[in-house]
């Protein structure tokens, strides 16, 4: 315990990684104000820039993005209506009505502590969680992890954005994605048409770029002509006594929500954002108020999205399944830089990992700071003309794609899976399930046929281990559990 | 029958890659050992797919997904403008193709100051270069202005 609170208080002595979190908590706000420009997108552009940097730095440059513009999302929810991540949807719910009221400096100066404490809360519960969980983790063979990369498949039903068949579509395309290369067991090359720069399979990171960046740049050259409403903003002030004394309940039961939400696989700061809210509401004494400027509603939905920022790196780190989107970047980036996750990176590496903690407590504080004082500033950034910011995020994505490794099939990658992105989201289709399919895809097929291996073929003694039952119980809930629930209240009704 | 365009469309893909698969090398049984043949694995991925598919067109004909409204003239554009950068990347130089999409994107998006779209197309993409040659060693594939700069 004491070396691990060494090693996160290390990052303080470390003067270049200060300045690294400090010009990355304002890269992350400022992506994080630019509609369109989420952490997801952010994280994914910044990848190949951390290629030089020690470890340690690069992946704290990754979280830094995370929770700095997972915040910043805020900025533009309540001041122009537009959530600039989506993550900040439920924000504009009361953010923008208090805003509209000539409060936008309380509603903002609320959401900048809600998600303060919320971020700090859940890089606690980070902290102390990551750690027994990998104890547990220990113990995982094959069959395990085959049931868990199944659960993390199932919940990707639940993501919000989609539908639930369509998130499953999604994520087993992303799964059928990882098969494309040489099979590891028997070295057979499937679906490579002969192009042998597929032999190790498609490079996570150019599919992500043309995912999420590309493929929200065609989304967005449809939205060139939309005029946003701003609202003047005249200081950013902490919320009052009296405004505590009303957020505080709301602002812890968020804590607790987001940080949940983000440890089950697949599951972000957007849903976390949502139930929260919707809880907010619930729970508040006040609840006509919401929906034209409750505080609470603010709290409630700010305080659960940057929650689940530390909440979503507890299966990232500890079991290489991602916890959201962004955190499948992190995890790519944690690949990338020899930092291989799982529950022995606590035993091998562990003064990195509490480093890599340690900076993202340093980034809720920074991000705090330059919530209060550079809210008005970086509001200003999201006027940035769409027809200035996107080509120069084209220019960043397809050299970033080739600096990964010098290959000019990676830049193509982009450009296929931006128009396939864009195809996919048009038609209501969320492009995180390919995403996490495409990370969890190799892990599924490897866990299975290592479990035949295990078991002489029976692949039904799979279901005879505990925790793997247990995990194929949770699979079957995350799948059919909200259709069971519904039948339920149906007859009941 | 609208409501069978998206499932169709994914159905006709999983069967084509289910033909794919069917045409991989089979692996001798020695080497499988007690696991699956290689094409086995994205042969079942693909019948979930046709599955889901299946359960998607009964959605979608009980409640119809909301009709889109035609591309913009810009969207179609910038589709095509990646089409540019593919055969200026190939057969010019990787850098001046950015700079010629990002200058049609800017002018194509509505940037009507002609210096403007200029300034973005030069700045950014020399701005990138230098950082990523000098600052993270990366070496650009060969073109005209890199085979220049390279010497």
């Known amino acids: ?493 | 029958m609208q409501f069978l365009i998206i499932p169709g469309s994914i159905t006709a893909f999983s069967v084509a890659v289910i033909w794919a698969a069917l045409q991989l090398d089979v692996s001798p049984p020695m080497v499988v050992g007690d696991s699956l043949q290689p094409r086995v694995f994205p042969i079942f991925l693909m019948i979930i797919n046709i599955g889901l598919a299946v359960f998607l067109a009964i959605q979608y004909r009980k409640s119809p997904p909301k009709t889109n409204p035609r591309e913009a003239l810009q969207t179609w554009g910038t589709m095509a403008l990646f089409v540019v950068f593919y055969f200026f990347t190939v057969y010019l130089d990787m850098m001046i193709a950015i700079a010629v999409v990002m200058f049609a994107m800017c002018l194509m998006w509505g940037e009507r100051r002609i210096h403007v779209a200029g300034a973005v197309a030069f700045v950014t993409p020399v701005t990138i270069f230098f950082l990523f040659d000098l600052v993270l060693r990366v070496r650009f594939p060969r073109g005209l202005l890199t085979n220049w700069y390279y010497g």
């Open chain 1, 1 to 493: 315990m004491i070396e691990a609170l060494q090693a996160m208080g290390s990052v303080v002595l470390d003067p270049y990684l200060i300045f690294l979190i400090l010009m990355t908590t304002i890269l992350g706000v400022v992506i994080g104000v630019l509609p369109g420009l989420g952490a997801t997108t952010g994280a994914a552009l910044l990848l190949p820039f951390t290629l030089t940097m020690e470890p340690v730095h690069a992946i704290a440059v990754l979280a830094t993005i995370y929770v700095s513009a997972t915040f910043a999302g805020s900025i533009t929810a309540i001041l122009i209506n537009t959530p600039g991540t989506s993550a900040a949807a439920a924000t504009t719910f009361d953010g923008y009505p208090l805003a509209q009221r000539g409060e936008a400096g309380r509603a903002l100066g609320i959401a900048v502590v809600s998600s303060t404490v919320g971020g700090v809360f859940s890089v606690i519960v980070l902290c102390i969680a990551a750690p027994m969980l990998a104890r547990v983790a220990y113990e995982f063979r094959p069959p395990e992890y085959f049931a868990l990369t199944l659960f993390g498949l199932s919940m990707l039903a639940t993501i919000s954005a989609g539908g639930t068949l369509r998130n499953l579509i999604g994520g087993v395309f992303g799964v059928w994605l990882a098969t494309i290369g040489a099979e590891p067991t028997t070295g057979i090359e499937r679906f490579m048409f002969g192009n042998y720069e597929l032999y190790e399979g498609l490079a996570f990171v150019p599919v992500f770029i043309g995912l999420f960046a590309m493929s929200e740049l065609l989304v967005q050259s449809r939205r060139i002509n939309q005029v946003v409403d701003t609202i003047a903003l005249k200081a950013v002030k902490l919320p009052s006594r009296d405004d505590y004394k009303r957020i505080w309940k709301t602002v812890l039961r968020s804590c607790g929500i987001g940080t949940f939400i983000g440890v089950l696989p697949a599951e972000g700061a957007t849903v976390a954002s949502m139930i929260g809210y919707a809880e907010a509401r619930r729970w508040s004494k006040n609840k006509d108020e919401f929906g034209k400027g409750s505080i609470e509603g603010i709290a409630g939905a700010e305080a659960a999205n940057n929650a689940a920022t530390g909440g979503a790196m507890v299966p990232t780190m500890v079991l290489g399944i991602p916890g959201s989107g962004t955190t499948a970047v992190i995890l790519v980036g944690l690949m990338v830089h020899g930092l291989r996750p799982g529950p022995y990176l606590f035993t091998e590496q562990v003064d990195k990992v509490y480093q890599i903690f340690g900076a993202m407590l340093l980034a809720n504080l920074m991000f705090m700071a330059m919530g209060l004082y550079a809210s008005k500033l970086f509001a200003r950034i999201s006027l940035v003309p769409l027809q200035i910011l996107w080509p120069i995020v084209f220019a960043l994505a397809v050299i970033g794609a080739y600096a990964l490794s010098s290959s000019l099939l990676d830049v193509w990658i982009v450009l296929i899976f931006g128009v396939v992105g864009f195809v996919a989201r048009r038609h209501g289709f969320a492009v995180a399930p390919i995403a996490v399919g495409l990370i969890l895809g190799e892990m599924v097929e490897t866990n299975f046929q290592n479990s035949l291996k295990m078991f002489e073929g029976d692949w039904w003694l799979i279901a005879t281990q505990p925790l793997a039952a247990l995990f194929l119980v949770f699979a079957f809930l995350g799948l059919f559990g909200p259709v069971i629930l519904r039948s339920i209240v149906k007859k009941r009704n």
